[in-house]
């Protein structure tokens, strides 16, 4: 399975302080309960692609937030004071995530509009996409757990991962995600790269009448349509890994 099966971008702009590499996921998934799945800080499976390009899984291996949950029990000892959050979080709202054809958007051939939940289909292949862009709103924030704190937590460990995590897989040969992106409103514009045809134009109205309200399509022009989502809590829509060998 390629990663294009489950992200449409691996590399994001660094303009709101995302790192290069970002995986962007086709499905957002909608965190109803954060306290039992929080997706930072787990270990995710990585999917190593001879001659290809080898991409994490996103869905935790072993307990969610396992890191995090480790740096909570050893806080005294890594000098982590009690009052200090275990991770930053940064407001991105009015921010913006554009993706181009040939250049960061790896999208496929299906029609299933990326960045937004439900599968939704238009009845064009995401071919034709020239550009996708996130217009991020009120509630969007990344979350990331800082580089000094899982430094730290390897070197109370001499660096070596059997000690540090005794959980029955080798933690070196998968990955730990240390920042999310959230966002509770916010928009995907599609562009493409010619003008869609009346019966995609004539898809939109449709699509919206099998939708609720925090989920809607509208018409830009001939070339571009809009998904705008409103939701009570956030949507992961992407995110970062680091591997145990560069902790420190």
Known sequence: MPYTDLYFSRKVSNSLGFARKLWMLKLPR????????????????????????????????????????????ERETLNIPPEQSLFLSQSVVGGNISMQAAKNLDVGIEATLPGIPGGIDIGVSNEKLAKVTLTLSEGAEIQLIPTDYLARFAKRYDGDDDQAFDIGINVSDHLFVNMILLAKNYAVSYQYKESLSAQAQA???????????????????????EAKIEQDVPYLLGFKTIDWDDFD
């Open 30 to 73: 909608l965190i109803n309960e954060p306290e039992e799945f929080n997706f930072l800080g787990s270990i995710v499976e990585e999917i190593d692609i001879f001659l290809g390009v080898s991409y994490p899984l996103p869905f935790p291996m072993t307990t969610p937030a396992i890191m995090l949950k480790r740096l909570a029990a």
């Open 203 to 225: 898809e939109i109205p449709l699509t919206n009448n099998q939708l609720g309200p925090k989920l809607q399509l509208q018409s830009v022009n001939e070339y571009a349509v």
